[in-house]
């Protein structure tokens, strides 16, 4: 069963902009929080956006100031609006569910452990 479904990749330029949504159709329970991880050909996973404990948004380092993560609980959906792309954002995008509330210390949203549920993940790439 498709838990979470990603859209929006494409191929853009750099400098470009694009935006990636998530949704929900196969979780019938409530959404804790929702994250954004990517990963790039022969790399690992790395998180990219976020909500953390307190609902306030986390960023990686490199995407702080150029992505923004919108998450919506009722309609259990998340966007990822990234701007000023740059050949290294090419990568696979996923999304991610945490569903069960956590007991504090349970729960980071860096942390891909974190979570409940994975898409499958839509291809962006940066390439002139």
């Known amino acids: 069963q498709v838990r979470l479904v990603e859209s929006g990749g494409a191929l853009v330029q750099p400098g470009g902009s694009l935006t990636l949504s998530c949704a929900a159709p196969?979780?019938?329970?409530?959404?804790?929080?929702m994250g954004w991880f990517r990963q790039a050909p022969g790399k690992e996973r790395l998180f990219v956006a976020g909500r953390d404990w307190i609902q306030s948004t986390r960023y990686a380092d490199a995407v702080r100031d150029r992505f923004t993560m919108e998450f919506n609980r009722p309609l259990k959906t998340a966007t990822l609006q990234m701007t000023h792309l740059e050949p290294e954002d090419t990568a696979v995008y996923y999304c991610?569910?945490?569903?069960?509330?956590?007991?504090?210390?349970?729960?980071?949203?860096?942390?891909?452990?974190?979570?409940?549920?994975w898409g499958q993940g839509t291809q962006v790439i940066v390439s002139s």
């Open positions: 196969g979780v019938t329970s409530g959404v804790f929080a």
């Open positions: 991610a569910a945490r569903v069960t509330t956590p007991l504090p210390g349970q729960y980071t949203a860096a942390d891909p452990a974190s979570y409940d549920y």
